[in-house]
Each structure stands twice: as C-alpha cells, then as structure tokens.
C-alpha cells in the first residue's frame, strides 16, 4: 500500500513537499516513482527514483524545479517542488515498480491534490 500526502494550495513560485510512504512491500527493492493528473488531460510521469537512490530521472517540464529523493529506512519516497507554476496543478500519485528502465508501475498511492494559484 502506497500512502501519498503533502498536497495543498500554494501560489505561483511557492513550494511543497510531497510524501508517500509505503507498508506491506519490500520497498527499498522497488523503484519509485511520482506521475500526475490535470482535469481533463492524461496521467504523466513527473519523476522516478532507483531502489537505491542512486539514479533519477525527471520529466523535462520539472526539470530544475522539481527533486525526488528518497529514504529507505522511512519506507518514504519524495517530491520536492519548487517554483510551481499553476500548469502543475494536477492529482500526485506516487507508485511502484520492481527494475528502472523495464515493467509497468504495479502498485499506486490515492493520489494528492496539488493547487497552485497565479
């Protein structure tokens, strides 16, 4: 189970942190990642993270702005994100999967609304 918070309003050029911390999986063996959902478009991917940290990769629309981490002894990945722009208003769902650049995302959080005003 994946349980995502952190969400919230914020105004244009603010920030917020993101949380999703997972039980019931091994989760330092699962590579972690962030995606999101405006009203009205698709699901996207933000950012992921390698099971050790070691690698990362960021979609370009965050890169420079947005940085996910993570904490294996928490059991917590993170999405820092900095200098929002209201076209990053969106549901947040982190999610998990086993391998980087091979399989499908199989498990996913509820997801956190982000809201930033202009």
């Known amino acids: 189970q994946l349980q995502a918070s952190g969400g919230g309003l914020v105004q244009a050029g603010g920030s917020l942190r993101l949380s999703c911390t997972a039980s019931?999986?091994?989760?330092?063996?699962?590579?972690m990642g962030w995606f999101r959902q405006a009203p009205g478009k698709e699901r996207e991917f933000v950012a992921a993270?390698?099971?050790?940290?070691?690698?990362?990769n960021n979609a370009d629309s965050v890169k420079g702005r947005f940085t996910i981490s993570r904490d294996n002894a928490k059991n917590t990945v993170y999405l820092q994100m900095n200098s929002l722009k209201p076209e990053d208003t969106a549901v947040y769902y982190c999610?998990?999967?086993?391998?980087?650049?091979?399989?499908?995302?199989?498990?996913w959080g509820q997801g956190t609304l982000v809201t930033v005003s202009s």
């Open positions: 999610a998990a999967k086993t391998g980087w650049n091979q399989g499908e995302y199989r498990y």
């Open positions: 019931g999986l091994t989760f330092s063996a699962y590579t």
């Open positions: 993270i390698s099971w050790s940290g070691a690698r990362t």
